[in-house]
């Protein structure tokens, strides 16, 4: 029988053994948000205030497009991982787990209807 303190069985786990996986996902989303969410600004200002067709023939070109996916998917990933650290932190039992199902499978269906707009509006 090997003997652990508390301390080495609760070293680099967190308090619910993902921790730091939540904090190294949070991180790498929020630094990249931080350079796409300007673009983003930026990209949207320039397509705005056109006519209908004027929209849809700059988001037919690839760089708009690619930046709002991106934009996007990295931002609702990130809304969902944070949903999801609230949840664990304030929900329990049945109730948790049956919420961040719903949490997920509202985030993953906002993706694909977004990308499928934009699918749509750049095709």
Same mark, same amino acid.
């Given at each position: 029988?090997?003997?652990?303190?508390?301390?080495?069985?609760?070293?680099?786990?967190?308090?619910?053994?993902?921790?730091?996986?939540?904090?190294?996902?949070?991180?790498?989303?929020?630094?990249?948000?931080?350079?796409?969410?300007?673009?983003?600004?930026?990209?949207?200002?320039?397509?705005?205030?056109?006519? @209908?067709?004027?929209?849809?023939?700059?988001?037919?070109?690839?760089?708009?497009?690619?930046?709002?996916?991106?934009?996007?998917?990295?931002?609702?990933?990130?809304?969902?991982?944070?949903?999801?650290?609230?949840?664990?932190?304030?929900?329990?039992?049945?109730?948790?787990?049956?919420?961040?199902?719903?949490?997920?499978?509202?985030? @993953?269906?906002?993706?694909?209807?977004?990308?499928?707009?934009?699918?749509?509006?750049?095709?």
């Amino acid at each position: 029988m090997r003997y652990l303190t508390d301390r080495k069985r609760a070293q680099g786990l967190g308090a619910g053994r993902e921790g730091t996986h939540h904090h190294w996902q949070a991180m790498v989303s929020s630094i990249l948000l931080v350079f796409l969410v300007p673009a983003f600004v930026v990209t949207f200002a320039m397509g705005l205030g056109g006519s @209908y067709e004027d929209t849809l023939a700059y988001y037919s070109q690839p760089l708009p497009a690619l930046i709002t996916g991106i934009s996007l998917v990295v931002g609702v990933l990130h809304l969902m991982n944070e949903a999801n650290v609230a949840v664990e932190d304030y929900v329990h039992g049945v109730a948790e787990k049956l919420t961040l199902i719903a949490v997920k499978a509202f985030s @993953y269906t906002l993706i694909a209807v977004g990308l499928f707009a934009l699918a749509k509006i750049a095709l």
